[in-house]
């Protein structure tokens, strides 16, 4: 099953060889969910945005790290501004730290989308409260590059309490995970950093599932699943 | 991407941590490049004896990894070592391409990196650096060792070091804190939950506002009845004392010091870090081999002596299970024993007045072959001159009974550092022992010509003396007497070969391990099989040593030396000596191992050996090394024929 959905209707402005690497990736598959929970990969996503509004704010900047067979190898993240028309508000860059220079001459956002589409390949993408980062980077693939990104994702925000009932209560934002596991976080809000905080988080839980008798990715995002009916 | 804040933040850890932190620029990014990151969860292993050669260099992030006695080994708080975060491992077995001796276990939840074995040969190649830290952990370990004994007291150098540690290296461990409108209830809690003394109250930018520690449970809250649903802000210490992240473990030790405090919050910007605690600072610093010498160096009361005694054989037991081969091992345990060793007889000297004496302790047996393991004894006697007649026995007689009770009592405290007592009363306390040079003269020439099965065993136990103490010309001048005697003693030679070539090697014909079994003190009756390496394997090579050196005079002890340099005088082959001298360190090996997994209570069996618990390459290792010694026996025979 391909993994990028093309949509009929917008068609957005991409350069042939564009098109190209684009139609490349609709044709690669997607990852076996049958993969051992011990050999799966996972790219690992977090995004800046201008906002917290999924229908309205600007998708800013991706940040993404591979996880491979319960390691998180250190080089090959993946980090790119998309060049925005005009800079976000104070209050928002002083979240992030992405200054308004920066923020205009990022990369164009049909390049750095494409980038990142080559990149997550057919893996499950993973993140923190996934739902928004999934919302963010659909609606400007589709505006882009007139496609949506059908990889598969795993929430660690449902998973995590999932895997540890005991800490489900009084644990809620990223941050509540990471610091008792002494995860550091030197550059909160840079896309990379949190992205690979986020992925710290990952391999805690990958072991934990394994421990708990998981055996494959298709019983990680089950359990997901199952989470979300639940609701919180 | 230079700028991937990743790579960037990795590169700033390593930064920190030796070798890292002398490693050329450039290369640094590269090997952040190379590395993965992993996660252990408390309990787990890390890198294990079994898996054969380790895949990876591991280098600790964050979290406790301990490295762990082997399987079946004897625990004790002091055999257990703690690796800090920056810390690698295990160096020894990549670079041997053997597998670790003892596993490595996350005590806590830990992260670590990891550098594949080929980036890791890579950077053997391409940093002088790294590769100066690599092959010379070890060495350096000796010649600091060495340096520090020369030095003695000012040794405070290297211990300087360690002292000038930022904090940051130290308080690792994620604080434990809370606000001020916490509940004490909840935050005694965390408190335990954490198992530490002390929670830091935070404000809302996490700058330390106040600090609560377990001693104040007592005199604020049971005492003072106070109940646990009120804010911990109403008891804790206001505005702490804290520090920098950048301070040194000296200004920690001097703050702590001066201000009674047990807990001190570490800040970075304002912002808590970390905790640093007396504990932090004192482990930091004791059971290193500066700071093992620094203790001995230090220690002047037998506790302080008793305490430097285990300290050493903590870190032997730690060097062990870093794969540190038995040769320097068994060189380090005998440097640390002596160095321990000469401060007790110091210390003790100093409470007898001995005006007037020249005097020498004397190490005999193993501790004089400087080949001590674990399970050995205090051999040990006293050689003195006194001025006038040397043949006077009045005047030895008196020199004597003033050097008696500082004997004694110095035999005693040795004792209390953990060198038992001789079964055998071979000791510098014995009256026996405790002889003018003359006297040692005459004995020696006694047991050279009597012919007797007791002289000839005294004298494989004397013969081997080693000054350790005091004025070595005395014992420098029996040797040269006994240079002289033994080589136109040829009857005593062929004696002493005959006995060296007693005990054979426990090979049968088709070299399969010919076995011993104890039924004396088994309840049911079916004891272990197993090999005696001392009486069965190192003794052959020891003996076979002893017969080489003293016929052809050569002053070493060191069964080993005594090889090399017989090889020179007496035509052995120069290889095959080396490979009896391989041979030899194997078996020494496999003692130490096997007394450090029986621990303190298995002395008796600790030279026992089940060969089947050895892996297959041991095994053959061990047979190989027994065939050696029997090599070395048949060129005995030949000089000596029964």
Known sequence: ?232 | MATDPVLASTVAFLRNHPPFDQMEEGLLGELAADLSMAYFPAGAVVLSPDAGPPPYLYIEQRGLVQLQPAEGYHVSAGSVVTLAPGECFSVYALMEKRAVASPYTAASDTFCYRLPVASFNRLLDRSPRFREFSTDYLRSLLRDSRRLIRMHGASAAAEQQAMNQPLRHLATRAPVCCTGDTPLKTALARMHEARVGSIVVVDDARRPIGIFTRHDVLDRVALAGRALDGPISDVMTRAPHTLEASATANDAALLIAQRGLRHVPVTESGVLTGVITERDLFAAQRVTLHGVNRVIARADTAEALAQAGSDVRALVARLHGQGVGAEQLTRLITTLNDTLTQRVITVVAARHDLHGLRWCWLAFGSEGREEQTFSTDQDNGLIFECDGDPADAQLAAAAAARLLPFAQEANQWLARCGVPLCSGNIMAGNPQWCLSLDAWRRQFDAWVRNTSPEALLNSVIFFDFRALHGDASLAQALRAHLNGLVPNNPRFLRQLAHYALEVKPPLGIISDFVLEQDTSDDKDGKGEPFIDLKKSGARLFVDAARVFALAAGIDATHSAARLREAAGKRHLDAMEVASAVDAFHFVQQLRLRAQLAGGEQARASANRLNPATLSEIDRRILKESLRQARRLQERLALDYPP
């Not at chain 1, 995004?47 to 704010?57: A, C, H, N, Q, R």
């Not at chain 1, 928002?92 to 001459?105: M, R, Y």
């Not at chain 1, 505006?143 to 990889?151: C, D, K, Q, S």
């Not at chain 1, 990379?192 to 990958?206: E, H, I, W």
């Open chain 1, 1 to 232: 099953m391909n993994w990028l959905r093309r949509l009929w209707g917008g068609r957005p402005a991409l350069s042939d060889a564009q098109r190209a690497r684009l139609q490349a990736c609709i044709d690669t598959p997607r990852d076996d969910t049958a993969t051992p929970l011990a050999d799966a990969r996972w790219v690992v996503v977090d995004v800046e945005s201008s906002g917290l509004d999924v229908f309205s704010d600007r998708l800013i900047a991706i940040g993404a790290v591979r996880v491979q067979a319960q390691a998180l190898p250190l080089a090959g993240s993946f980090y790119h501004v998309l060049r925005q028309a005009a800079p976000s508000s104070v209050e928002n860059i002083l979240v992030h730290g992405i200054g308004g220079t920066e923020q205009t001459a990022g990369l164009e956002p049909a390049e750095a989308l494409l980038a990142f589409v080559e990149y997550a390949g057919g893996a499950p993408l993973v993140a923190y409260h996934a739902d928004f980062d999934r919302a963010m980077i659909n609606r400007a693939t589709r505006a882009y590059l007139g496609v949506t990104l059908r990889n598969r994702w795993l929430d660690l925000a449902q998973i995590a309490p999932a895997l540890f009932p005991e800490h489900a209560k009084n644990r809620r934002a990223l941050d509540d995970w990471t610091t008792p596991l002494g995860i550091v976080n030197l550059n909160r809000h840079n896309a990379v950093a949190d992205a690979s905080a986020t992925a710290q988080l990952l391999l805690v839980l990958l072991d934990r599932a394994l421990a708990q008798g998981l055996q494959n990715v298709n019983d990680l995002l089950s359990m997901e699943r199952g989470q979300r009916w639940l609701g919180r």
